[in-house]
Every structure is written in structure tokens, then in C-alpha cells.
């Protein structure tokens, strides 16, 4: 086990040895204009800020780490469903990936070196935190996603509100989803930006049924994913969209009424255990720590004299 961790510490430092000379020792523009003898001119750079030069770090190492393409399609997507739509936020990823899982097994292996463990208990140690580096970016992603999901679930029949009083009022669809998303930029931010995505894609010339399913696979929401259905439907049959959309958002207020009505149902069963081992023993000890003082302190030695 030491002879793992030297290893591994060695080949660190020489990494960082090699990286840092390259920077600032290896030239080769001097190089160039010594065999060419013409001065190259150099750009005036302003200085970058730390986050954006630890961001260009994690977005090398990312380009670095290999990956298959079905596994890139599905990072992707998971991705988008987190919020994350900028073109290097895969690349930041699994630099993420590689840059925790290099520097969590270091960080391990120089705090069990300094430890009195076994030397199993540091390999568990030094494994475990190589895990958790490798796979902690996505479990970050994963939860990221059902956040997210679950704000754009809340803010649906506000939306589902707004699109009926705008269809209603004479505007088109199209018209309705961008002042939809105008309106609630600050209420609800996430369903306004995938409601400005949609109208965008809708300006760009893309087809309303194509651009409602992209918004529905972009979200993964089973709400709006109905909601979509109901518009495309309606779309398709040429029947009224303010009728469909006022009597899918009575079905959804039927919907979330049954949910609130089923959690209050499942709320007695789940205080059973709280209630057990919080608040009896509290209640048992205020209720009869009295009696059994009294019992110790006067019945027990007139029991005694007797």
C-alpha cells in the first residue's frame, strides 16, 4: 500500500512538473523566430479570471476522456433536462469526471498515509473516493434534472392558466406560448425558458407538432408531455384549442386535487414511526419520571425498613 501511494503521488508531481515547464520554460515561438529571423507579433491578452481558466482546464481534460456515442447522446440529454445547454457542457462534464476522480484518490491517499489503518481499510479508502469523483458529476447531473422537472411541474398550471386567458383572448398559439414565457420569466423561469426555446425553434421555420414533441423530449415532464399531446391532437383535428386546453386544465386541477387528497391520506401512516420515537418517549418521560422518582426515593426504602 505505501509503495501504491508513492507511485501515485510520483507520477502527480511529474505530471505537474511537465505541465508547468511547458507553460513557462518550452518556447516555441522563440524557437521559430530564431530559425526564421522574423519577430513574431504578440497578442495583447487581458487577464483571464481563475473561474474561467478552471473552466478551460475541466473543458481540456474533458476533451481528453474518450467516450462512446451512445453513451454521449444520453450525457446529452440528461444534460439539457438539468439546464445545461451551453456547447461545451459535455466537455465540462467529463473533465469534471477525470478531474475528481484523479484528485479524490490523491487527497485519500495522503490523508490515510498519515493515518494508522490498515493498509485494506486505505485501498477501501482510496477506491472510494476514486468512485465518488468518477461518479459524483453525475448523480450531481441526475439531481440537477429532477429538480428542475419537478419546478416545471409546479409552474404548469400557471402556465396551463395563462395559455387558456391568451388563446381565449384572440391570440394564436404561437403568440400565446411567447407571452406565456414573457410573463412568467420570474415566477416560474424554467417553464418560461422551454416555452422562449419552443417559440424560437417555432420562428426558425420548424413544424408546431415538431417543436411541441422537442419541448416534451427536452423536459421529459409526464404533465406537459400531455399537454403537448392535447395541443398536437388539436392541431391535428382542427378542433378548438382554447376548448382543449380549458378542459385539460380542469383535468389537471381534478389531477393535483386527487394527489393533495392522496397525501394527505399516506400522512397518518408515515407519523406512525416519528410519533413512536420521538414524541412517545418524551411524553413517557414526563408523564411518569415523576412517579418513578417518587417511587425511588420514598417506596423503596419504606420497602426496605419493613
Request: net charge positive.
Amino acid at each position: 500500500m505505501p509503495l501504491l501511494i508513492t507511485i501515485v503521488l510520483f507520477l502527480a508531481l511529474a505530471g505537474a512538473l511537465i505541465l508547468i515547464g511547458a507553460r513557462f520554460w518550452v518556447r516555441p515561438k522563440a524557437a521559430i523566430e530564431r530559425v526564421t529571423g522574423v519577430e513574431a507579433a504578440v497578442p495583447q491578452r487581458a487577464p483571464a479570471h481563475p473561474s474561467l481558466i478552471l473552466r478551460e482546464l475541466v473543458a481540456k481534460l474533458g476533451s481528453m476522456l474518450p467516450a462512446s456515442p451512445k453513451d454521449v447522446t444520453l450525457i446529452q440529454r440528461r444534460l439539457i433536462r438539468a439546464g445545461f445547454r451551453s456547447p461545451g457542457a459535455l466537455k465540462n462534464f467529463y473533465g469534471a469526471k477525470l478531474m475528481l476522480g484523479v484528485l479524490l484518490p490523491l487527497l485519500a491517499g495522503a490523508a490515510a498515509a498519515k493515518s494508522s489503518a490498515g493498509a485494506d481499510t486505505k485501498l477501501m479508502l482510496v477506491a472510494a473516493s476514486a468512485a465518488a469523483g468518477f461518479f459524483g458529476p453525475n448523480e450531481y447531473v441526475r439531481r440537477a434534472a429532477a429538480r428542475r422537472q419537478k419546478e416545471i411541474r409546479r409552474g404548469l398550471p400557471n402556465a396551463l392558466d395563462l395559455l387558456v386567458v391568451c388563446v381565449e383572448s384572440g391570440l394564436g398559439l404561437d403568440q400565446a406560448i411567447m407571452q406565456t414565457a414573457k410573463e412568467l420569466e420570474h415566477a416560474h423561469p424554467e417553464i418560461s425558458e422551454e416555452f422562449a426555446l419552443a417559440n424560437l425553434e417555432l420562428k426558425a421555420g420548424k413544424r408546431r407538432m415538431e417543436a411541441l414533441r422537442n419541448l416534451a423530449d427536452r423536459t421529459a415532464v409526464d404533465e406537459l408531455k400531455k399537454l403537448v399531446a392535447v395541443l398536437i391532437q388539436a392541431d391535428r383535428f382542427g378542433t378548438g384549442v382554447a376548448q382543449s386546453l380549458r378542459a385539460h386544465s380542469d383535468f389537471m386541477r381534478v389531477q393535483a386535487r386527487q394527489q393533495a387528497e392522496e397525501k394527505a391520506a399516506k400522512l397518518g401512516v408515515k407519523l406512525v414511526f416519528p410519533i413512536f420515537f420521538c414524541i412517545l418517549p418524551s411524553l413517557f418521560v414526563v408523564t411518569v419520571g415523576p412517579i418513578v422518582v417518587r417511587v425511588i426515593r420514598e417506596l423503596l426504602p419504606m420497602i426496605q425498613n419493613m
